[in-house]
């Protein structure tokens, strides 16, 4: 069949809004008053479902039964660490076809944290963060682990009551071992403890179009940077999220992620920020007014580069001089993340004027660099090792040079 259409976005994103605007305690309060209500037959445990998990999905469902979600929980999945879902029957079905579930081999080297190259400390006024124990180098693995909690935001929003027990449900099957690394990250509110969990530290992705919230107990522990040291990689076949130095870490330095788009302006990244509760005191947001009008500039000029190099209509503007002012405005600005972006636009933006030998240096930079950071990784690599090899053959040669050679005739024709 069709492969299943997972995608990620990579950051904490409007989901966990969604969820905050309707965990007040109010709302707790009145899911805790409906819950008194309920006796435990009526949750609904299918047995049909049983398949692949190690328990009993137990499900719930709208009155019509054109909804329903269940949680499934696998014990055993990444040697022993547990995962639970709340999804859909069907999402369930195509999620258990993922190599996450049907090779073991994939999660050998995850959730490894004997010898780390951090540890946890405490940052007065940031809570826990990670901090370097040695020197890092870009592209060094700083941790890499599965989520232990995956769950279809519409599920919750069925009937408030219930999405809470049946999160609670789905923590409690794990180990206690998995429990007491979830309960080591941070809920900043009070609340649920795991409700608010999960709004803190959960990233959004996408299940066959559906959001879900994921659950990362190590990736979690890691501070918010609008200037981060990492870059990650989520795979959405072995559900495993890696996390690379993306310049070099100098020893008791703290590593960063970001939790949103870096290339907004400073008002911007701290309204969204807001939503998780803090104002962002990052290493760029804390510097002077003179200096954070530079850098919200610079952005500016970024985001207007970065489009006109993605402009491949027939009225492109765009010329590899753009690309080399991109490349130096990541700099400028430590985007050390974009860098293979950088490279990329630039080799496709020299290979479009039919410059290959400019082309090939910089797919291979690009390849070098790590291109991007969602599940597509695959897919640019091998159109860059296509340019690099073959880059007459590849769809970009000359393009923009013959649309210009085009828009000049028509001019001079008059038409
Ligand atoms: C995913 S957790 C990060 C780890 C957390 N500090 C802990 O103790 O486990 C997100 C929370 O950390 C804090 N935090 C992260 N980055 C921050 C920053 N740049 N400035 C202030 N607080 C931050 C906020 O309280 C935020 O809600």
Request: charged residues 25%.
């Amino acid at each position: 069949g069709q492969p299943l259409d997972v995608n990620f976005q990579a950051n904490f994103t409007e989901i966990a809004e969604k969820v905050k605007v309707n965990s007040t305690e109010k709302v707790l309060a009145a899911a805790l008053d409906v819950l008194e209500g309920f006796d435990d037959e009526d949750f609904l445990q299918d047995d049909s479902r049983s398949g692949y998990w190690t328990h009993e999905p137990e499900c719930i469902h709208n009155d019509d039964h054109s909804e329903e979600y269940c949680v499934y929980t696998d014990k055993t999945f990444a040697r022993g660490r547990g995962i639970s879902f709340f999804t859909s029957p069907t999402i369930a079905a195509r999620v258990v076809e993922l190599s996450a579930f049907t090779d073991s081999a994939v999660h050998e080297d995850v959730n490894n944290f004997e010898d780390p190259p951090w540890e946890i400390r405490n940052v007065p006024g940031r809570g826990n963060g990670l901090f370097a124990t040695r020197t890092l180098h870009r592209g060094d693995l700083i941790l890499a682990d599965t989520p232990v909690g995956v769950f279809q935001s519409d599920a919750f929003f069925l009937d408030y009551a219930i999405g809470y027990r049946y999160l609670h449900t789905a923590f409690d099957r794990l180990s206690d071992a998995t429990k007491d690394i979830v309960m080591r990250t941070a809920a900043h509110s009070p609340g649920d403890p795991y409700m608010e969990r999960i709004n803190t530290n959960a990233f959004a992705g996408d299940f066959e179009g559906a959001p879900h919230f994921l659950f990362y107990p190590e990736t979690a522990l890691m501070n918010h940077d609008c200037r981060p040291n990492t870059l990650y990689h989520h795979d959405t076949n072995t559900l495993v999220h890696s996390t690379y130095a993306s310049r070099t870490i100098l020893l008791g330095e703290e590593i960063t992620i970001t939790y949103i788009n870096i290339l907004e302006p400073r008002s911007e990244r701290r309204q969204v920020l807001n939503r998780w509760g803090f104002e962002c005191q990052c290493s760029l947001c804390s510097r002077s007014n003179a200096e954070i009008n530079h850098s919200d500039s610079r952005i500016r000029k970024i985001n207007t580069l970065q489009t006109q190099l993605s402009d491949w209509t027939e009225n492109s503007i765009a010329t590899p001089a753009m690309a080399e002012d991109l490349l130096l405005l990541y700099e400028e600005e430590h985007i050390h993340a974009a860098k293979g972006i950088g490279h990329m636009l630039a080799a496709l933006a020299y290979n479009a004027e039919g410059d290959i030998s400019l082309a090939k240096k910089h797919a291979k930079l690009a390849l070098e660099s790590g291109v991007v950071t969602d599940g597509s990784k695959e897919a640019d690599e091998n159109d860059l090792e296509a340019m690099r090899k073959s880059p007459k053959s590849h769809w970009s040669y000359l393009v923009r040079k013959k649309q210009r050679q085009e828009r000049e005739r028509s001019v001079k024709s008059g038409r």
